[in-house]
């Protein structure tokens, strides 16, 4: 008897202890000799910047209007490596969104002729839209000027790239911004130079800082165009590090800097302006960037 009675009180036990842990709001750490409850799981943090955003807008200068890109002197947004339609190209934001999707929402707000002054006006209409995300490419035209003495000074750039950011965080506080580099605007003037039409064209101004007088490899021609190329590494530091202060923000890390575009990736009309090859590689560059994951912490 004393024996059941001794078994009859183990068992209580066990049960009581059993109620207890299963009350309990942590939980038992052993169930018995030798047995370890696992490990709490570690928590997986959001990541703040979303690979697949639903909805695009785009901001900034001719190459975004994909201008001379399908004929001579005109817009083709339709080409654009940011919200174009055409599969040829495939766009940043036909990856994204799909073909009804880069219809339905996407928008290009970009103006031919556009420097950085510009871009806190493009912004705000921008975030009057909503998107997920901002598409950048603005900064060409600040160095393309008629002499270079025209040319934007560099803090005047800064200002105003951190107005236009300030500018749509009034309105999108949670926008994704993609921030693509200058290119470089002397390989271009590499790239054309040897190009009897290319040499013509450019002597109606375009890009004058750069490109005039294409033919002249004088020491001091070679000088304005280092000059020319210099504050386009400029604007593109003051990218990159205004850039780093947004956690909603990526720079493209130089990528489109250092394209080298080809005869094929230029305009067959000013050798000068992405032709449809060339935005189909600058789309390419973008939705690698996009999509990247975040590095580990």
């Known amino acids: 008897m ?8 183990t ?3 066990a049960g009581a202890a059993l109620l207890l842990c299963a009350g309990a709001l942590t939980g038992c750490e052993t169930a018995g000799p030798g047995v370890t409850a696992p490990p709490e799981p570690t928590p997986t943090p959001t990541p703040v910047w979303d ?13 975004t209007r994909a201008f001379d890109a399908c004929e001579v002197l005109a817009d083709c947004p339709e080409a654009s490596w940011a919200t174009g339609t055409d599969t040829g190209v495939n766009s940043l934001a036909l990856r994204l969104l799909g073909a009804q999707g880069v219809t339905d929402r996407s928008w290009n707000l970009a103006r031919t002729g556009a420097r950085m002054a510009e871009l806190p006006g493009q912004m705000a209409r921008a975030g009057a839209r909503k998107p997920e995300l901002v598409a950048v490419m603005m900064g060409a035209n600040d160095a ?5 003495a025209l040319m934007t000074p ?7 790239f951190e107005a236009a950011l300030a500018e749509l965080r ?6 994704q911004v993609y921030v693509s580099s200058v290119p470089d605007l002397k390989r271009l003037w590499s790239q054309g130079k040897d190009s009897p039409m290319g040499r013509q064209v450019w002597k109606l101004g375009i890009c004058a800082s750069m490109l005039a007088d294409a033919e002249d490899l004088s020491a001091s021609a070679e000088r304005r165009r280092t000059l020319v190329r210099d504050r386009v590494v400029a ?26 575009f080809d005869g094929t990736q230029l305009s067959p009309w000013d050798w000068f302006h992405p032709s449809r090859d060339g ?3 600058l789309a390419e560059i973008a939705h690698r960037q996009v999509t990247a994951p975040e590095p580990s912490a």
């Open 2 to 9: 004393r024996g059941r009675r001794r078994f009859r009180t």
């Open 235 to 260: 604007y593109n530091t003051v990218l990159a590090e205004v850039c780093a202060k947004d956690r909603r923000c990526r720079y493209d890390g130089g990528a489109v800097f250092g394209f080298r």
């Open 11 to 13: 068992v209580a036990a």
């Open 170 to 175: 009034k309105t999108a506080p949670k926008a």
């Open 279 to 281: 935005q189909a590689r």
């Open 51 to 63: 690979r697949t955003p639903a909805s695009v807008a785009a901001v900034g200068d001719s190459i």
């Open 144 to 148: 393309c000027r008629d002499r270079t």
């Open 154 to 160: 560099v803090e005047e750039f800064r200002a105003d």
